[in-house]
């Protein structure tokens, strides 16, 4: 078991997070204070612990740090996070291959009953070019109730509905708003609504106002956009997302 002084090199590199060594490995430590941690979280934390996956980010141990606070040990991406590796020189088939890893990543926790509920490109890591899930503060069980949290331009304009009475059901269905919204920025290499106040971006999305068509390849246009659908009944569950990124994958 990792213990906390067996750590050394300590750098912050955000809000209670850090990296750091241990035998001669790279680490990042966040810490989680104890008072706004759920026993969800945790469980499925434990879940992604004992069931690793190549596109989650792994989950090594919880530990105490001195303060009493849990400590999640995670691997190190080297490559920083999505939205970094994004570039307009990107070509078709690397794009394709990005949004497979990631709809892998989020077949995966939909198949486990997690719902991430803070998907963005922020919260997807690269390390040696395969993209990683990663950022489970805000997790759920599907139909658990919460409120929403996030990025205005990735959060189901459904969900900012129900945030008004503080009673927000969590499925699947919400986190594929998302992943469309993070296949249209893989595609056009733009940010969702650039320029907009969150405000702005809640408005426009409530009142069905989406992002322009990336026009890289009609499928994978058409696809995405069934992610954004209005009424989440009618979007697609992660399998068949991927089983259709399959198809343009091998045509391409």
């Not at 490109?121 to 996030?150: C, P, W």
């Not at 129900?162 to 992943?179: G, P, Q």
């Not at 249209?184 to 969702?192: L, T």
């Amino acid at each position: 078991m990792i213990k906390q002084n067996d750590f050394s090199d300590r750098i912050e590199i955000g809000i209670s997070i850090y990296k750091a060594k241990c035998n001669d490995e790279i680490f990042v430590l966040k810490e989680l204070k104890e008072s706004e941690t759920t026993q969800e979280t945790l469980k499925i934390i434990m879940i992604l612990q004992n069931f690793p996956h190549p596109n989650v980010v792994k989950f090594y141990d919880l530990i105490n740090d001195s303060l009493g606070n849990i400590v999640l040990v995670m691997k190190y991406a080297e490559g920083g996070n999505l939205r970094q590796h994004l570039n307009a020189s990107l070509k078709i088939i690397k794009k394709l291959k990005i949004a497979k890893d990631v709809v892998e990543g989020l077949k995966f926790l939909h198949n486990n009953n997690i719902v991430h509920c803070d998907m963005h490109t922020a919260n997807i890591l690269v390390h040696e070019g395969r993209m990683m899930i990663a950022d489970f503060d805000f997790s759920k069980f599907s139909n658990s109730e919460g409120e929403a949290h996030g990025i205005a331009a990735f959060v189901d304009p459904c969900a900012l509905q129900f945030s008004y009475n503080d009673k927000v059901i969590f499925t699947t269905k919400y986190d594929i708003y998302a992943l469309g919204v993070i296949l249209w920025e893989i595609a056009s290499c733009r940010r969702p609504f650039d320029g907009k106040t969150p405000i702005e971006i809640m408005v426009l999305t409530q009142n069905g106002v989406r992002e322009t068509a990336s026009e890289m390849l009609l499928e994978y246009d058409s696809l995405y956009m069934s992610c954004w659908d209005e009424k989440p009944e009618k979007r697609p569950e992660a399998n068949s997302i991927l089983e259709t990124l399959n198809d343009i994958i091998e045509k391409y």
